[in-house]
Nanobody
Framework: VLLQAYGGGFVQPGGSLRLSCTAS????????VAWFRQAPGKEREGVAC????????YYPHSVKGRFTISRDNTKNTVYLQMNNLKPGDTAVYYC?????????????????WGQGTQVTVSS
């Protein structure tokens, strides 16, 4: 599967953005999907994970209540709705997919990656 993320941009603190990740070459059916982010000088971290095995969602404490992951299999697209954005959310955001259904919250669990989209939160 080939993933392409888009929807990033510049937003003021407190604002919202919705990222999208569209799959091509293959359907996303059966894939667990996730969004990760990487800020300059920091490791890539998961911000939202959606298991295909049981539909559970995982959010780290830093974004819980502000970020929501969802998917529309009819459009072969995964979304990340981000509300009440903070300067600390500034990073390149990546979508990812995997078929194993295990280790769905860590970078190492994913073998399909989109190219990343920049999100900048600043006043």
């Amino acid at each position: 599967v080939l993933l392409q993320a888009y929807g990033g941009g510049f937003v003021q603190p407190g604002g919202s953005l919705r990222l999208s990740c569209t799959a091509s070459r293959s359907t996303l059916n059966g894939y667990s999907v996730a969004w990760f982010r990487q800020a300059p000088g920091k490791e890539r971290e998961g911000v939202a994970c959606l298991s295909d095995t049981d539909g559970t969602k995982y959010y780290p404490h830093s974004v819980k209540g502000r970020f929501t992951i969802s998917r529309d299999n009819t459009k072969n697209t995964v979304y990340l709705q981000m509300n009440n954005l903070k300067p600390g959310d500034t990073a390149v955001y990546y979508c990812a997919g995997q078929l194993t259904g295990t280790d769905t919250t860590s970078v190492s669990g994913y073998n399909y990656w989109g190219q990343g989209t920049q999100v900048t939160v600043s006043s």
